[in-house]
């Protein structure tokens, strides 16, 4: 596979070839560098990407967040110029999300972004929320009732909800932050459908669980516990809901991942896709938190 500089403009064939076969984010690695995988084979290196926090970060040394969206246009990293986390499109330019996001905090803050890759949220480690950013609008919003005890559980898969948790109970909020529904619960889910009220809750030991239930955020009510028909040695590595509000898993293989359709009835799970794991030292999908240490090799990060 060729090798490609991330710089300038446009990086993939021409716009008719572009129209004709759209490509996006396949996965990212990092190896010296970061590197971006295409869904037509290129590899486009960024070398302006962190690969590690620096020296005078709180915790210099570890891996620095490399982020891509769900759908795969947008990826987003701590840049090596002066620290600060930026946005980025295969064929744009860079956006500072917010001035506060400095490579200084690694592994104090941890951003999450929306699927559509237009909304970054970080919690932190004191625990709670760190700032609310609304890229389409290029606002920074103040947490909700301006008090960061929220625990950020997700986005709907569409990028225009956003489900955090604050004590016992569950809130949804628009992009502006305001309150669309609240529950009381004690159930704890992780993955929000484009209906707002459909939750998904793993259950049992995480990383280790191969059973989920759905709970309605609306009445509080929740299915019975399903056991995801996974082969055998597989687990539950990430749980999501795809536009149609069918369950998503996702789980590690011998090889690589796998990508399964699951039935919320009966826990059927129908292989959708595979990916073998690249010759990398880390290795990021399009839609990772910014660490999921099944990614790395073990002794090489």
Not at 45 to 52: F, G, I, N, S, W
């Amino acid at each position: 596979m060729a090798a490609l500089l991330l710089a300038g403009t446009t990086l993939i064939g021409s716009p008719a070839a572009a129209a004709a076969a759209p490509v996006t984010i396949a996965y990212a690695q990092r190896t010296q560098t970061w590197q971006l995988v295409l869904t037509n084979g290129d590899v486009v290196e960024v070398p302006e990407a962190l690969a590690k926090a620096p020296k005078n970060a709180v915790t210099p040394g570890e891996r620095a967040p490399f982020l891509v969206s769900g759908d795969g246009k947008h990826f987003f990293y701590f840049r090596k110029s002066d620290g600060l986390f930026v946005e980025r499109t295969l064929n744009g330019k860079e956006r500072v999300v917010s001035r506060r996001l400095t490579a200084y905090t690694i592994y104090e803050e941890w951003p999450a972004v929306s699927d559509d890759g237009s909304y970054v949220v970080t919690t932190t480690s004191a625990p709670g929320v760190g700032i609310f950013a609304d890229l389409r609008k290029g606002k920074v919003l103040p947490p909700p009732g301006h008090t960061d005890a929220w625990s950020f559980m997700g986005f709907s898969s569409d990028g225009k909800r956003l489900l955090l948790a604050e004590d016992e109970r569950l809130t949804v909020f628009d992009r502006g932050l305001r309150t669309r529904t609240r529950l009381k619960t004690r159930l704890a889910p992780t993955a929000l459908a484009n209906d707002y009220v459909t939750a998904a809750v793993p259950v049992g030991t995480w990383l280790k669980s191969r059973k989920l239930r759905l709970v309605n955020l609306r009445t509080g009510r929740a299915s019975g516990t399903v056991t995801v028909q996974l082969p055998r040695g597989q687990y539950i590595d990430d749980l999501d809901f795809d536009k149609a509000g069918r369950v998503i898993v996702r789980s590690k293989t011998g090889e690589g991942v796998a990508f399964y359709r699951v039935s919320a009835a009966t826990g059927k799970a129908t292989l959708l896709r595979t990916i073998a794991r690249p010759d990398a030292e880390v290795w990021v999908l399009p839609g990772d938190s910014p660490y999921e240490a099944w990614t790395e090799r073990k002794g090489r990060a």
